[in-house]
């Protein structure tokens, strides 16, 4: 499996607050209002456990959470996906008020599909973490 890390982000709230938001995929059907995710994501669908959308040029993806751990960790498993896909979203506080994630994401790509999308799985992986980083801090101030 390759792997992508993330850049570690930092989210303006304790761990069990961000925990408590991203465990239930639900609460990520705030991201169809932002026109970055609108361009090349289409039909996105949650319920508490998965989440799927369609990939211009794909078709369409789902992610189904497989595990959680309060406070520290959710990992999530590719379903109608052509490729084994795994995510883990890391959590770890630093301070009362600050929380630091790192996003993970493991995939089983033939050599040629990792040549071809690699550089924008990573940046992709990166601009997840930020946007839900940001998302998160607005969010959670309020």
Same mark, same amino acid.
């Given at each position: 499996m390759t792997t992508y890390?993330?850049?570690i982000k930092t989210i303006s709230s304790s761990e069990e607050m961000v925990f408590g938001i991203l465990s239930?995929?639900?609460n990520l059907s705030k991201?169809?209002?932002i026109p970055v995710a609108n361009e090349k994501i289409k039909d996105l669908q949650f319920d508490a456990d998965s989440?799927?959308?369609g990939v211009e040029g794909m078709g369409r993806i789902g992610f189904r959470i497989i595990d959680r751990e309060p406070f520290k960790?959710? &990992?999530l498993e590719s379903e109608q996906s052509p490729v084994k896909v795994n995510i883990w979203v890391q959590l770890k506080q630093v301070a009362d008020n600050e929380t630091r994630m790192k996003l993970t994401l493991k995939a089983e790509l033939?050599?040629?599909i990792k040549m071809m999308v690699g550089? &924008?799985?990573q940046d992709g992986v990166n601009a997840i973490a930020e946007l839900l980083s940001k998302s998160l801090s607005e969010s959670l101030k309020k």
């Open positions: 890390e993330s850049e239930d995929l639900n991201l169809k209002d989440c799927s959308f960790t959710i &990992k033939p050599a040629m550089n &924008k799985l």
